[in-house]
């Protein structure tokens, strides 16, 4: 089994649609001036639901809560309540929106993060734009102390066209492939049209995950970022992510869910939160997860 040092240099030499320098990409893409690559500066349709699950948790003030991809802060009102740690990638958008104290520019797939450290892990709108989210899911696990809880939020099924902006161009800019591609795009959206693939899908997973054991593969759709122009809302995704995936792997790391407690909750799982919580008896060394050569988790 690979150490995951030693698998991240395999997967991004294997990988032909991650070239070695995404990561400098990336950086240097969140680090310009324009803000909205940034998220919004308030995010109400979680901000009520983040309060009541720190409050549901009896997180004490000492408690550390670390966001990761804060983004523009909004979330940084916690820090009045509990030792707040806001990360992100962009430095521009730490010093313009987050206390120094505050916060910590960092790439999510390696946190400089304790293990163990943390109680309580909040991610919006952030999981979807790393190359890897695997390793952004690992070093969640390595630094929640167990009994901590998770809050993660991405942009659940990106869509392919929206690194070309298809959405929003008119036809008269666009080749005919394009054309085709924007004219589908509702049809693609269409919830019954989605259904009829993402359900079957999902099933077929679950018995998998009831029939399977050790190795667990945590699924998405690669897409290709858009890190040159910020044209539309997800143009600089990485990565389609499925909830029920992410509740999958949880599972399979021992891990509560409670926003997805039985199975046809998590069958019909659509785009809200996904909140777990990691066991209070889970043993030190299962802190570090581990890579196989094509990214399957144990």
């Not at 992410?246 to 869910?257: D, K, P, S």
């Amino acid at each position: 089994m690979l150490q995951p040092e030693v698998a991240r240099d395999v997967m991004r030499t294997t990988e032909v649609d991650i070239s070695r320098n995404i990561a400098e990409k990336a950086k240097h893409f969140y680090n310009e001036g324009d803000e909205n690559r940034w998220g919004r500066e308030s995010l109400p349709e979680f901000k009520e639901q983040i309060d009541e699950w720190l409050q549901l948790l009896s997180v004490q003030h000492s408690g550390v809560v670390a966001e990761l991809g804060c983004g523009r802060g909004a979330f940084r009102y916690l820090a009045a309540r509990y030792c707040y740690i806001g990360l992100d990638i962009s430095f521009r958008a730490l010093s313009r929106y987050v206390a120094p104290s505050n916060a910590v520019q960092a790439d999510i797939e390696s946190l400089p993060v304790a293990s163990r450290s943390v109680d309580f892990v909040l991610s919006v709108s952030t999981l979807e734009h790393v190359p890897h989210p695997e390793y952004a899911l690992a070093e969640i696990h390595r630094i929640l102390k167990p009994g901590g809880v998770v809050f993660l939020a991405p942009a659940w099924f990106c869509r392919p066209w929206a690194a070309k902006g298809l959405r929003i161009r008119r036809y008269r800019e666009l080749g005919l492939a394009d054309k085709l591609r924007k004219a589908l795009i509702p049809l693609r959206n269409n919830l019954l049209w989605r259904s009829a693939f993402v359900i079957p899908s999902r099933l077929f997973r679950e018995i998998q995950f009831r029939w399977s054991s050790g190795l667990w593969r945590f699924r998405y759709t690669r897409l290709s970022p858009n890190l040159t122009d910020y044209i539309d809302t997800d143009c600089d995704a990485f990565s389609s992510l499925d909830p029920h995936e992410a509740v999958l792997l949880f599972l399979r790391w021992g891990y509560e869910v409670p926003s997805a407690s039985s199975f046809l909750r998590r069958l019909f799982l659509r785009h809200v939160p996904v909140v777990v919580r990691k066991p209070s008896s889970l043993g030190q060394q299962n802190d570090e997860r581990r890579f196989d050569r094509k990214g399957g988790l144990t």
